[in-house]
């Protein structure tokens, strides 16, 4: 392989979270643990959104597009990232559309690094105030929070948006990745976020991927602080991996195997700890945490 290819390759790219599969995933599994009012609640909300028009016309659930829009409104946060309508913190303001309280991107919401290694990110704060928006009753709040809940909630699964060594999450950590013949380099955050599935999953393609997450033991309810400790514990146990390869740490057979059985684990966890929370802001009779 010519050198300039395989620095071009090493380069790191900008890294969101769990794919877009991912996230469809989670939001698929809170729904079927959500109760019917819940739904119809969270439905409700949505419709509100500025961007609902795109994700209904996105969706692929024949029988329910309400289900389907749920699934693309939690994508909505990585959209807005190339999404020209917004813009990042450090650049010139863009116009500010109806129904959005402003267009800023909010790309730190999405992680929270590991105490004394970087003082970046807010994901589990900003969960909190999420949650607070949505129990509150305003309506133009809970449009506004919801998407963003569904979202964070998925990411804050993933065990390197909670931290690192010094590496911004694996993104400057590369890999060498046999299991993807088209990006056999890439960094590890990367390699993690891709272990959903093809990005493009939606409707009945779903419906296997599913069924496997479904059949998983079931893990307790907790709160956001339980969620972070858990994701870091995974971060600082299973999440690198140490075996040289030809030219960067290689992921073999065995460390593939753990990392989709670990990623499971975590998106079934997200699901059905959203479907609970969920509830618990905006069903009619809020259950105790861990109750089921």
Known sequence: MPLLLVLLLLLPLPAEAWNAAGHRLVAALAWQEMQPQTRERVSALLRQHPDHARWLKRQQEPHDPAYGVFQEASTWPDEIRSDPRFHDADEPPTPLLPGFPNM????????RDEPGVRSEGEIDTRLEWLARELASGRAAGQVYAL??????VADLHQPLHTGGRGDRGGNDFEIENPFNPKKPFMSLHAYWDDLPGPPWLRGKYLDEPLRRLAALERAPQGDVALWLEESREWLARQVYPDTPGTLLPLVTPEFHRRAQAIADA?????GRRLGRWLDQLLG???RAAGSR
Do not use: C, D
């Not at 800023?104 to 992680?111: E, F, G, I, K």
């Not at 975590?266 to 997200?270: G, K, N, S």
């Open 284 to 286: 009619p009779v809020p």
């Open 104 to 111: 800023l991107r909010q790309t730190h919401w999405h992680y």
């Open 266 to 270: 975590r998106l079934a966890a997200a």
């Open 147 to 152: 998407p963003w809940l569904l979202h964070l």
